[in-house]
Each structure stands twice: as structure tokens, then as C-alpha cells.
């Protein structure tokens, strides 16, 4: 399905692309969540009409996201849990505590802005991306420990 970018999709493109898409992920992803329109002759119209405008307000978030990226330099995240001899956790650091663990510290985050591969499941230093905009990524280190001194020591 051809359909028209109305933001910058990480690895398929930038706004007004006209890319070719399967199916299900227009129609399951981009269409619902109005990143994208079809491309038929009356979007593509509409489209250019708008697409001063479309673009201006990207440049608003964009300029809005980039100045929230400053209060993220050197964020840095503590998360005391439990886990084994070895470092495994009992259970995992997931999404929804990263957001919990930013808003203590006073950062405007959902969880759709968090950028986690994979559930953290053992002991350590972590890099997690926060995502602001389509266009501004900024860098959280999360340190999960068994203790606060344990998090001192890994620090």
C-alpha cells in the first residue's frame, strides 16, 4: 500500500514521502495513529495544501522537544532491586519503571517514548534512548543495583 508520511518514520522516511508499506502496518499502525495517509489523487491535494502548515507545527515540536532535551544531560536513573548471587533479577526492569523512575525526577516522559529493545533482567549499567520527537533522541544511564551502595560502587 503506497501511503504519504505526515512525520519522519525512523528507517522508511521523512514527511510528505510517498513510500510503499505492507498492508497490515498502514493499516494497523501508521493510519491509526495519523502518522501517515493513503496516497490517492484527493490526500495527495489535501496533503500539498497543508503541507506548509504540517510542517510548521513539526518544527514547533521539534524546537519544544529539543529544549526538553537539554534538562535530560547527564540524566542518570537509580533502580534498587532484588536479585540472585549472579546479578539475575527476580522479575525485570521494564518500561513502565523507567517512566515511574524519570517523572520522580521531574522529566515529562510517557512510555511511548521509551526506546527499550528488551526488558533489563540482570544487574548492571544500561543506556536506554528517550525518544522527545521523531527527530530528538536523548541518552538515559540507568544503573539497576541491589543496594544503594552496590549503585555507588557501580557508578
Known sequence: MDVILLER???LGAIGD???VKDG??????????KALRANEANKKVFEANRAR??????????????????????SVTLIRQASNVGQLYGSVAVRDLVDALVADG???????IVLDRPIKAI?????RVALHPEV?????VNV??????????A
Not at 54 to 75: C, M, P
Not at 107 to 113: D, F, L
Open 9 to 11: 518514520v525512523e528507517k
Open 124 to 128: 548492571g549499567l544500561y543506556d536506554v
Open 18 to 20: 510517498v513510500v510503499t
Open 54 to 75: 504540517i510542517e510548521a507545527d513539526n518544527a514547533n515540536r521539534r524546537a519544544e522537544a529539543e529544549v526538553e532535551s537539554k534538562t535530560f544531560e547527564n540524566a
Open 107 to 113: 522529566h515529562k516522559v510517557n512510555k511511548s517514548q
Open 137 to 141: 533522541a536523548v541518552t538515559v544511564k
Open 25 to 34: 502496518f498502514a493499516r494497523n499502525f501508521l493510519l491509526p495513529r495519523k
Open 145 to 154: 543495583a541491589r543496594s544503594p551502595e552496590e549503585a555507588e560502587m557501580q
